[in-house]
T-cell receptor, first 111, second 115 residues
Framework: GEDVEQSLFLSVREGDSSVINCTYT??????LYWYKQEPGAGLQLLTY?????DMKQDQRLTVLLNKKDKHLSLRIADTQTGDSAIYFC???????????FGQGTELSVKP | DAGVTQSPTHLIKTRGQQVTLRCSPK?????VSWYQQALGQGPQFIFQ???????QRGNFPDRFSGHQFPNYSSELNVNALLLGDSALYLC??????????????FGPGTRLTVT
């Protein structure tokens, strides 16, 4: 079955690193994504990783993929108060364009 | 370069009524997907339109229908509204070009409240 799971909350201090974790079930997924959602807003595509990669770095963001364990993580370096938001992990259905989302992790950054 | 746009921003309807939501994809994109996001949940896929046809559908009843126009914009129609249809409806656009089918960009959403 299709299922993406994330922990619901994460609280960090400004300047620390944040690590948001996600597990997925569909081993045939080709792409995995991280989206950010601020209150009352739509989803902002942060980054994505192709399933044949282990790691992708994009400025302060690092994505790690462990295909064996079906585990995806997003590391945000030097976390700022502006990073406070809900972060969604999603996998792309191998049958088409459908994205399957987790429940979201609410990141709270304290000054 | 305009991103994905949706209208209206907010909408209040009564149970049993019908509603139409609209989406214009990002410039250069030809594929539109619709998602429903209930409060505190992740988005759930409703359906995807490409070349004016429904290409993929999620687990939503037939009360949910859509349309795509020749200019790639799309509408989501919901008939016989239920209280449980209250949610943020998100539109995502992407391109069918082989090199970039993995990027889906979302609009700001339409907040639907059913009373």
């Amino acid at each position: 079955g299709e299922d993406v799971e994330q922990s619901l909350f994460l609280s960090v201090r400004e300047g620390d690193s944040s690590v948001i974790n996600c597990t997925y079930t569909d081993s045939s997924s080709t792409y995995l994504y991280w989206y950010k959602q601020e209150p009352g807003a739509g989803l902002q595509l942060l980054t994505y990783i192709f399933s044949n990669m282990d790691m992708k770095q994009d400025q302060r963001l690092t994505v790690l993929l462990n295909k064996k364990d079906k585990h995806l993580s997003l590391r945000i370096a030097d976390t700022q108060t502006g990073d406070s938001a809900i972060y969604f992990c999603a996998e792309k259905d191998n049958q088409g364009g459908k994205l399957i989302f987790g429940q979201g992790t609410e990141l709270s950054v304290k000054p | 370069d305009a991103g994905v746009t949706q209208s209206p921003t907010h909408l209040i309807k009564t149970r049993g009524q019908q509603v139409t939501l609209r989406c214009s994809p990002k410039s250069g994109h030809d594929t539109v997907s619709w998602y429903q996001q209930a409060l505190g949940q992740g988005p759930q896929f409703i359906f995807q339109y490409y070349e004016e046809e429904e290409r993929q559908r999620g687990n939503f009843p037939d009360r949910f229908s859509g349309h795509q126009f020749p200019n790639y914009s799309s509408e989501l129609n919901v008939n016989a509204l239920l209280l449980g249809d209250s949610a943020l409806y998100l539109c995502a656009s992407s391109t069918s070009h082989r090199d970039a089918t993995y990027e889906q960009y979302f609009g700001p959403g339409t907040r639907l409240t059913v009373t």
